[in-house]
């Protein structure tokens, strides 16, 4: 491979202009991101170039004289030496989230005896949904995340799980987590629609208002509920409403005149002195699957528990609730040992 000449950032901005000017909208070039052969891109002031060409525009170079990636003298790393980006043009879609996965399975329930096709108005839509869905989901855009076809694709997954059509011709099993969605909720229909209704309605709340999936919460130790990610991020962030905690407890302070875990009894300012008053978290007891987009959080729907214990009950799927945990062997002798 020829060694690349050392061009300036403006010669390889000029080649970009060129491109715009002589090939953009000629029938080689028309459709080149959609050519296998182009992995990559240079993108600029919101458009894209094929990198090799560009390289060639701006070195005289023909594309058969170098390679593209990012080694020493190959395409990708001399435009970004130069200050360019360089995106992959197809990137590999995250696998079928749970969330995903029951509003698919929603939609086949609801049409079992003739799902829609990939031009239906109801794939389109639940396309449209989960193209939504997917910033908040991944905090990025995919150039082809969830089209029509792939959803049409999901619905066939399950027709070949669906033991009532023993002879269908799905398009194969769609993966252990698509049986065991089906395993979960393909029994009672009524009640896949409830979830996967709380699950839209969780989509918009958090596109209305803005929420976020962030490494925190990744990482803080909370498995998702079983509705999935959507309605867990709805869940928490009512968790974290900071002037309702305050509210909670200030109410819980005057009425008990202390601060105790709900469930065990664990008080932070006994355990640890000053460091540890007005210490402790608040867990949002309402049922996750009841959620709805706009309904307030009221203070009676919260529960003080210390951090253990708030941890525990979002340890596994499903969720415990609090009377489940109260109940625990384990928690109870907890209780007494605080209590003495």
């Known amino acids: 491979m020829a060694k690349l000449p050392d ?39 919101g458009m894209r170039y094929p990198v090799k060409q560009i390289v060639s525009l ?23 030496d130069r200050g360019f980006r360089v995106v992959p043009l197809r990137s590999r879609n995250p696998t079928w989230a749970r969330d995903e996965l029951i509003l698919a399975l929603d939609l086949y329930l609801q049409h079992r005896d003739s799902p829609p096709g990939a031009n239906s108005e109801e794939v389109q839509t639940l396309s449209e949904i989960l193209n939504r869905f997917a910033t908040t989901l991944h905090g990025t855009k995919f150039d082809k995340y969830r089209n029509p076809n792939g959803v049409y694709m999901r619905l066939m997954n399950y027709r070949a799980l669906d033991p009532f059509f023993p002879n269908a011709k799905g398009l194969g099993h769609g993966g252990a987590d698509a049986k065991a969605i089906w395993a979960e909720f393909s029994d009672d229909p009524a009640h896949c629609h409830h979830i996967a209704e709380t699950i839209r309605d969780a989509i918009s709340a958090l596109e209305n208002n803005e929420v976020q999936i962030t490494s925190e919460d990744e990482d803080d130790g909370f498995v998702d509920a079983p509705e999935g990610k959507a309605v867990t991020r709805v869940h928490r962030r009512r968790e974290r409403n900071r002037k309702l905690v305050a509210r909670k407890k200030a109410a819980v302070l005057k009425r008990e005149g202390k ?33 709805r987009e706009g309904e307030k959080t009221h203070l009676d729907d919260l529960a003080l528990l210390c951090a253990n214990c708030h941890r525990m009950v979002h340890a596994q799927r499903p969720w415990l609730a609090l009377e489940e945990l109260r109940a625990m062997p384990e928690v109870q002798n907890l209780r007494l040992k605080f209590s003495r």
Do not use: M
Request: charged fraction near 25%; hydrophobic fraction near 35%.
């Open 7 to 45: 061009v300036s950032r403006q010669e390889v901005l000029e080649a970009v202009h060129k491109f715009d000017a002589d090939y953009r909208n000629s029938a080689d070039w028309e459709n080149w991101q959609e050519n296998k052969a182009h992995k990559y891109a240079i993108e600029f002031e």
């Open 58 to 80: 701006a070195t005289g170079e023909p594309t058969s004289a170098f390679s593209g990636g990012v080694g020493a003298g190959q395409a990708n790393q001399f435009v970004q």
């Open 259 to 291: 601060l105790e875990c709900e469930a065990c009894g664990f008080d932070f300012s006994i355990a640890y002195g000053k460091r540890g008053q007005g210490f402790i978290e608040c867990h949002h007891t309402k049922p996750v699957s009841d959620l």
